[in-house]
């Protein structure tokens, strides 16, 4: 199911009273919920591609976009699992690396989570892979998170590619 923020513009009659006993005005609201959606076709799974920054593997925090968070991860998440995660709590999860297909390696402890972030964004927190793989500035990344295992996949799909 799809997750999507519904706003709240207009007061319920008890709310509309609250808010005139307590002489402050109706405060607009966001409420996470789902929504029914066709699953689109995977064409190439790696649906999360970025380039990553030595800030990034510095920190051990990636930063995902709204869109890529709500597309790509949330639709597949249970509602309780985004709310938990809206409300500016981390979630643990697993990361496979299957930069090297024949031998991937998986990742979990508590360096290994995804978070709100700051201005409409999502923190995936990565320091083991980040330290554990041959990942460099400028190398892209691609992931995305995989149903069947409920863990995000990790590649390096390309090395360098700022510097070409």
């Known amino acids: 199911m799809k997750k999507t923020f519904y706003k709240k513009f ?5 709310e509309e009273e609250a808010a005139k006993r ?12 789902e929504i029914r959606d066709l699953c689109p076709t995977l ?5 999360i591609k970025k380039v990553v920054t030595d800030v990034e593997i ?9 869109h890529e968070v709500f597309e790509y991860i949330f639709r597949y998440w249970t509602l309780e699992m985004c709310n938990h995660v809206e409300s500016g709590n981390r979630i643990l999860v697993v ?6 297909e ?3 390696v998986k990742h979990h402890s508590e360096n290994v989570y ?3 972030g700051p201005h409409d964004t999502y923190t995936l927190g990565w320091m083991d892979v980040a330290r554990n793989t041959a990942v460099n500035s400028n190398d892209e990344v691609g992931m995305f998170w995989q149903q069947r295992t409920k863990s995000f996949l990790f590649k390096v799909l390309r090395h360098g590619v700022l510097n070409n």
Request: aromatic share 6%; no cysteine; proline share 9%.
């Open 10 to 14: 207009i007061p319920s009659k008890s």
């Open 22 to 33: 307590s002489n402050k005005p109706f405060q607009v609201t966001n409420e996470l919920v």
């Open 43 to 47: 064409i190439n799974p790696w649906q």
């Open 58 to 66: 510095i920190t051990g925090k990636l930063i995902l976009s709204h």
């Open 95 to 100: 990361i496979w690396d299957v930069s090297d």
């Open 102 to 104: 024949k031998s991937p």
């Open 114 to 116: 995804l978070e709100l």
